[in-house]
């Protein structure tokens, strides 16, 4: 789940307020390209008794198809780590600044970079670039922004460089931290699924997101190739471990998805013995 050091909108405090109040007994923080400052250990048991992962979900791309790569039990203070994601930053910002041309020379919109970086704790994303639309008055509410504008299937979305999976997943293996591609039905289709994880298993994929909010996201209209019963089949035909998510990004917004989706905590145990493997080895 994300925070307010990317897209989400709760506190790593209120997220661990939330995880309690569901009853959960543990969740991993997962930021888009970054991780936020608040965490200081690859993991901890807080005071409310919710164990709290420190990871990240990081874009890159795999025979030029964009995916994300889940990083768990990561070292938050690993300088290795945080200078990827500055080149992702780099990206990012490089981004942003061509959308914000665009939608100036088109539509008169009169924001620049700093105007969407004022809705930013961290890396700079669309939906701050959609607060900036609303503010200006270029759009009523986000939703607008998004199905006009800022979509991925819009007139003024342009698509982030991004970094090879080979190099994503050997800076998170390098860290100590196990590895998952994150919502499969997503970004990948039935006929090219077991290609790329294939490949992504020779780069040194060690696990596939498998329970996922796909229903949510059918119904919010995003386009969905499979769910987690083919998840689940690719799991077992690669010898995947496997790992589940909520996508959930805050309790103000849409995707206020936190223990929708859940796992037994065997399958963090394995993720956890796997990821001390790493740290054991100069991979």
């Excluded at 490089?94 to 620049?112: H, K, P, Q, S, T």
């Excluded at 970079?113 to 669309?126: E, L, N």
């Excluded at 299937?153 to 190099?167: S, W």
């Amino acid at each position: 789940m994300h925070t307010t050091a990317s897209d989400g909108t709760d506190f790593i405090a209120e997220r661990l307020e939330q995880a309690d109040e569901k009853n959960l007994d543990g969740i991993a923080i997962t930021d888009h390209d970054t991780m936020s400052d608040d965490l200081e250990q690859r993991s901890t048991v807080t005071e409310n008794g919710v164990e709290l992962i420190a990871g990240a979900e990081v874009k890159c791309e795999v025979d030029d198809i964009g995916i994300e790569i889940l990083g768990y039990f990561l070292d938050p203070n690993d300088e290795e780590m945080h200078r990827m994601f500055s080149r992702l930053e780099d990206f990012r910002q490089a981004r942003m600044e061509e959308m914000v041309y665009r939608l100036n020379g088109d539509l008169n919109a009169e924001i620049d970079y700093s105007d969407v970086k004022q809705f930013a704790d961290g890396p700079v994303a669309r939906p701050h670039l959609a607060n900036a639309l609303v503010e200006k008055g270029v759009v009523d509410n986000p939703n607008q922004a998004f199905n006009w504008y800022i979509g991925d299937d819009c007139p003024y979305y342009v698509e982030t460089e991004k970094l090879d999976a080979k190099e994503v997943i050997s800076k998170i293996h390098a860290n100590g931290g196990v590895t998952s591609l994150a919502h499969p039905g997503r970004d990948l289709t039935e006929e090219n699924a077991d290609e790329i994880i294939d490949e992504l298993v020779d780069k040194g994929l060690d696990a596939i997101e498998v329970p996922y909010t796909y229903k949510h996201k059918i119904d919010q209209g995003y386009d969905i190739n499979f769910g987690v019963e083919h998840a689940r089949e690719l799991a077992e035909d690669h010898d995947l471990l496997v790992t589940g998510g909520s996508d959930c990004h805050g309790s103000n917004s849409d995707k206020y998805n936190i223990g929708r989706i859940a796992l037994r905590y065997d399958h963090v145990e394995e993720l956890r013995d796997l990821a001390e493997q790493y740290q054991g080895t100069d991979y």
